[in-house]
């Protein structure tokens, strides 16, 4: 069984581009969960999905960061017009059921940096 | 808002030397806390979980304990190895949301 897997492993994006993350839960899992770790911080939860739904979005920027998890096809993370604050790690996670006090299974991270 | 902090920051210690890290969190109603291992540039290995109605877990070298009244859990590594040099981070789960500390960056010199 597959972990979660993320791609790209690093992006690199001009300021003012697009940057899209992507997040393959593992095999029946169907909750995807989005952290962002800046430099010397901890991580932060940015968005809760579950497939065609965004149940909690709290921990996104209002501007600029989306987030789906279509039907079919992997979670994405889209960031809009980058700025160098940007910069950071992102990681996405996955757990089977319910999400609430479940393990989540973290992927590998994408680390985006922006010039 | 559920603050988690990670004392010390950073440690470094002699090889065969016991490992104590601390971990402490603001609000207790929680349903789990879990200790992960981050290797640099690399993504999240759990260590353990701990349920709320525990007081702690082991798996090999590793011990950790929960004081959910107190706000408190504490990850022990028994005879530490060059191996173990990672940065161990602490997560509580209050519904799906994790809240994470900053880390303990651990050195384990040869």
């Known amino acids: 069984n597959a972990g979660v897997m993320q791609n790209p492993r690093h992006l690199v994006r001009r300021r003012g581009q697009e940057a899209r993350l992507r997040c393959s839960p593992m095999k029946g899992h169907s909750h995807v969960y989005w952290y962002r770790q800046l430099p010397e911080e901890g991580l932060k939860f940015m968005v809760y999905l579950q497939k065609e739904n965004i149940i909690d979005e709290s921990g996104m920027p209002k501007e600029r960061f989306s987030a789906e998890f279509p039907k079919e096809g992997p979670s994405i993370l889209r960031i809009q017009q980058v700025v160098r604050g940007d910069s950071a790690a992102y990681f996405c996670?996955?757990?089977?059921?319910?999400?609430?006090?479940?393990?989540?299974?973290f992927g590998p991270g994408t680390r985006l940096l922006v010039l | 808002k559920q603050e988690v902090t990670q004392i010390p920051a950073a440690l470094s210690v002699p090889e065969g030397e016991n490992l104590v890290l601390n971990c402490s969190f603001t609000d207790s109603a929680i349903y789990n806390l879990q200790w992960f291992r981050q290797d640099p540039g690399k993504g999240l290995t759990s260590l353990l979980l701990?349920?709320?109605?525990?007081r702690e877990q082991t798996s090999g070298r590793l011990n950790a304990s929960l004081d959910k009244s107190s706000g408190r859990s504490t990850l022990y590594i028994a005879a530490s190895q060059p191996g173990d040099s990672a940065t161990y981070l602490c997560a509580v789960s209050n519904d799906y949301k994790l809240s994470f500390g900053a880390g303990t960056t651990v050195t384990v010199r040869a």
């Open positions: 996670a996955s757990s089977p059921q319910t999400g609430i006090g479940e393990t989540q299974y």
């Open positions: 701990i349920q709320s109605s525990q």
